[in-house]
Antibody
């Protein structure tokens, strides 16, 4: 069965960086892309971007351009999302999801809480 | 940027039909996807490409999209349907194509 397992919760100081991992199993990793979506406490869903696991092509949300980098390691079927220059409003649960560049995401990870606090 | 507007809340009695709308400029020309999210859980895809259902999603869930409004319809509502629902589209109308989510609708089963 398709599974996406994310790394554990992180606490970071403002200005630091965080890198969240997402290990996929149960399907051919390079046949799909990985989307990243975040959700601030009590708020809605925010799309962060997408990466092709086939060729590494990316599409980042304009709001995060320059602060976010998405990568994949096909040897371990793992996707990564790094967010730099963290601010308090980056505090959120970060989700990875198997999906298409145009948004539809059919399997989701369990989420990773990133807390940014001094 | 493209804006999707959802009602903050919808209430429905068990066994009745719930309709959750998602408004956007000429949304009928775009493909709409819908997600269900229960408290403390990851979202679940319930409708994709306007009206298709993933395997495992009950037939009670259906979708439509025309003009400026897309609609998620849940028939014979059950207590277990209580959740937040989000619509999503791909906006290619600007110089920087983006995926856009609606603000979400909290479905309360009375």
């Amino acid at each position: 069965q398709v599974q996406l397992v994310q790394s554990g919760a992180e606490v970071k100081k403002p200005g630091a960086s965080v890198k969240v991992s997402c290990k996929a199993s149960g399907y051919t990793f390079t046949s799909y892309g990985i989307s990243w979506v975040r959700q601030a406490p009590g708020q809605g869903l925010e799309w962060m971007g997408w990466i092709s696991a086939y060729n590494g092509n990316t599409n980042y949300a304009q709001k995060l351009q320059g602060r976010v980098t998405m990568t994949t390691d096909t040897s371990t079927s793992t996707a990564y999302m790094e967010l730099r220059s963290l601010r308090s409003d980056d505090t959120a649960v970060y989700y990875c999801a198997r999906g298409e560049r145009r948004g539809v995401a059919d399997y989701w990870g369990q989420g990773t809480l990133v807390t940014v606090s001094s | 940027s493209y804006v999707l507007t959802q009602p903050p809340s919808v209430s429905v009695a068990p066994g009745k039909t719930a309709r959750i709308t998602c408004g956007g400029n000429n949304i009928g020309s775009k493909s709409v996807h819908w997600y269900q999210q229960k408290p403390g859980q990851a979202p679940v895809l319930v409708i994709y490409y306007d009206s298709d259902r993933p395997s495992g999603i009950p037939e009670r869930f259906s979708g439509s999209n025309s003009g400026n409004t897309a609609t998620l319809t849940i028939s014979r509502v059950e207590a277990g349907d209580e959740a937040d629902y989000y619509c999503q589209v791909w906006d290619s109308s600007s110089d920087h194509p983006d995926v856009v989510f609606g603000g979400g609708t909290k479905l309360t089963v009375l």
